[in-house]
């Protein structure tokens, strides 16, 4: 299987900030890496598809980068609505894996 | 606007079968591949298996010898079955639709697979 890990686990930050959220696959996915956004108490939302093609719908503030084996999730002006949980997850093979999740806290 | 609605037993004893289904309304149910993803409580995400607009089956290896997913187009739905459920299978259940999205890019061609849709989730508790 393979292998996602993010960094880092948590994360504060206020409204306004720039945060980055890092991804490393344990082989190469090459660009089919995806992230997703989970509220509490909700199921988790699309937010990017192929390491950087935002899902329709989804504010420009969120970006994606990389391939290989590290790709980032940027925010580039945090929202209320923004603090959440992230998962990288890649879509190169089966079983699908996601990454441990990064909590954004205010 | 596609949704995904799922019901299924909540409280299951160990040693039972989980049983869910989840409906797929106002959009179409095939040529997507539908997916079933679990979430223990305070953890992350866990992808369990799918099945693909053929009828074929993928399934993570760590369930594979418990776990059965099906489809029934004629009525939009499809099926979870885990066998010989633990404590350890206590979770939220999500189902998924994936959807396959080809992309030319600078001359390659990519076929693109993400989680665009999903249900709200059951709440699946085993305890004796």
């Known amino acids: 299987d393979i292998q996602m890990t993010q960094s880092p686990s948590s994360l504060s930050a206020s409204v306004g900030d720039r945060v980055t959220i890092t991804c490393r696959a344990s082989q190469s996915v090459t660009v089919y890496l995806n992230w997703y956004q989970q509220s509490p108490g909700q199921a988790p939302k699309l937010l990017i598809y192929g390491a950087s093609t935002l899902q329709s719908g989804v504010p420009p503030r969120f970006s994606g980068s ?12 945090l929202h209320p609505e923004d603090f959440a949980t992230y998962y990288c997850q890649q879509s190169y093979g089966t079983p699908r894996t996601f990454g441990q999740g990064t909590k954004l806290e205010i | 606007q596609v949704q995904l609605q ?10 039972e079968t989980l049983s869910l289904t989840c409906g797929v309304y106002g959009g179409s149910f095939s040529g997507y591949y539908w997916s079933w993803i679990r979430q223990p409580p305070g953890k992350g995400l866990e992808w369990i298996g799918k099945i693909d607009p053929s009828g074929n089956t993928r399934y993570n290896p760590s369930l594979k010898s418990r776990l059965t ?5 004629s009525n939009n739905q499809f099926s979870l079955k885990l066998n010989s459920v633990t404590a350890a299978d206590t979770a939220v259940y999500y189902c998924a639709r994936e959807r396959e999205h080809y992309s030319d ?20 508790t085993v305890s004796s």
Not at chain 2, 6 to 13: E, F, N
Not at chain 2, 105 to 124: A, C, E, P, Q
């Open chain 1, 66 to 77: 990389g391939s290989g084996t590290d790709f980032t999730l940027n925010i580039s002006s």
């Open chain 2, 69 to 73: 997913i099906s489809e029934d187009p």
């Open chain 2, 105 to 124: 890019i600078s001359g390659y061609s990519y076929y693109f697979y993400y989680l665009d849709v999903w249900g709200k989730g059951t709440t699946v």
């Open chain 2, 6 to 15: 799922q019901w299924g037993a909540g409280l299951l004893k160990p040693s």
